[in-house]
């Protein structure tokens, strides 16, 4: 499959998720613990996942110049100012000519709102590089500025179109007609899961830290995407234990798996409390209902069990126990 067809279909994917509104309530930011650096679950002492960002760094002047031809430039000192990591990746993908499908640069408020698809697109690009990910083999994830995933084994896997049975609401229907019930999207392995859960993930920090400036709904579903995303991962790794055992083990032996998995929990646990008081704009009504059942006992079971490491169920939900 060409590079430029799959990112269409992974445009399509995104653009159909982004439209709804909704409100929840707030929740208060949870202060940040030290930085997971390296590989979390080796270490010896509990550990929060944590990365910059400055929401309130000041954009007026971005604003005021931003033009349909200084868009890259602006991309980057935005996130420069608010969110490094964003820049970091910005800069790694600056000469990919699909950055055009996706940004918007008719003003400097659709462009802000743009970030959900464009950062989500070009986290798929830097993951999926040929020259770092051999498809069902092995895989690589941007995680932020300083912390990328390399040379992450997968072994395979089974269709994640099987995990359907485990989901008893309605709560993501319109995520899992896309990614579990369509034909070729419900048939990709664990490297399918991993990949969608990364980019949906990046996607939302790239709205939350400009989301005074969005003003339609292109990025209203942020929140239920990295909740929904999450949900299939642990969903996955349950039946794998129950229905695929030799596949089980098979990952379960892979340290640095382990490792991608624990990260990518509490990363998603700490961006969407870092989002949280922008529900409405980066995130629908049903984004806390999904992140509720995530932290069900049988999921937070299989993620220890698979992990190695106990999570904490509390305020700090992005920290090891």
Known sequence: ???????????TGCLALSFGSGYVAVADPVPAGPTADGRPASAAEPFCYDEPSNPQADLRDLKAAFTS?????????????????????????????YWDQFVNKRSFEGFAESMMVAIHEETHMWDLDPSRTKWDVHIAAWINGSQQALQVPVRGGFPRKE???????????????????????GAYLLQGVLAEQNAGLTGLPSVTVVHEFIKGVGASNARDIAATNLRYLLLYLR?????????WAKIKAEPKLRDLVLTQFLRTAYWLEKSA?????????????????????????????????????????????
């Open 69 to 97: 031809a200084n868009w890259m430039q602006t991309l980057q000192a935005m996130y420069k100012r608010r969110w490094p990591s964003g820049e970091k990746l910005a800069i790694a993908q600056a000469k990919d000519k």
């Open 163 to 185: 995990i359907l049975p485990l989901i008893k609401d309605k709560l993501t229907t319109s995520m899992d007609n896309i990614y579990l019930r369509d034909k070729t999207q």
């Open 1 to 11: 499959m060409s590079r430029g067809r799959r990112s269409l279909r992974l445009l």
């Open 277 to 321: 008081p922008y529900t409405g704009v980066v995130g629908g009504p049903d984004a806390d209902k999904i992140t509720a059942t995530n932290y069900a006992p049988e999921n937070i079971a299989i993620l220890e069990e698979f992990t190695g490491r106990k999570v904490r169920l509390d305020a700090h939900k992005h920290c090891t126990a």
């Open 239 to 247: 039946v794998a234990k129950d229905k695929h055992p030799d596949y």
